[in-house]
């Protein structure tokens, strides 16, 4: 997490839009940052998410459909929100939530190649069809 700089903006307004997802947050120097709850998530700080050190990193997977159940502010500089997957730990420090919506694009960009990454590494893994070849439709895959 990013240490709190004493020229980092602070938040004038945070909303939760639970229909859209996004976590709306105002800063002091006029940026607006939509943040998608999932994009959140994923790029929790906690050691959960992050681990306690450089390649240490867990990737979150499917939490498309997670809510904020709760946003609870810690002191004048950050607050922890509360995800409807039960995770609720990590504190969203003010300049953290700010380098996540100036960088949004490059992070979601980076998590999707992540993802995408680990597919195709599970999709490697998969074990051929005890039939051998062919997929469903094609009797291969033992269901006719």
């Keep these: 997490m990013s240490a709190l700089l004493h020229d980092t903006p602070t ?27 999932e994009f959140l998530r994923v790029y929790s700080p906690s050691a959960e998410v ?3 050190g450089p ?37 969203y420090s003010w300049q953290y939530l700010y380098e996540l919506g100036s960088n949004k694009a490059q992070l979601w960009a980076q998590y999707l190649q992540r993802v995408g990454t680990a597919d195709a590494a599970n999709v490697a893994k998969l074990p051929e069809s005890p039939q051998g070849g062919g997929g469903c439709g094609t009797g291969g895959c033992g269901c006719h």
Excluded: C, W
Excluded at 12 to 35: C, N, P, Q, W
Excluded at 61 to 68: A, E, G, P, R, T
Excluded at 69 to 91: C, I, K, N
């Design 55 to 91: 390649g240490q990193e867990v990737l979150q997977l499917n939490k498309q459909d997670v809510q904020i159940t709760a946003v609870e502010p810690v002191g004048a500089y950050a607050v922890q929100l509360r995800f409807s997957d039960g995770h609720d730990t990590g504190l």
């Design 11 to 37: 938040p004038t307004e945070i909303k939760v839009r639970t229909a859209s997802k996004m976590l709306e947050i105002s800063y002091s120097d006029g940026k607006h940052f939509d943040l998608p709850f």
């Design 50 to 52: 992050r681990g306690h």
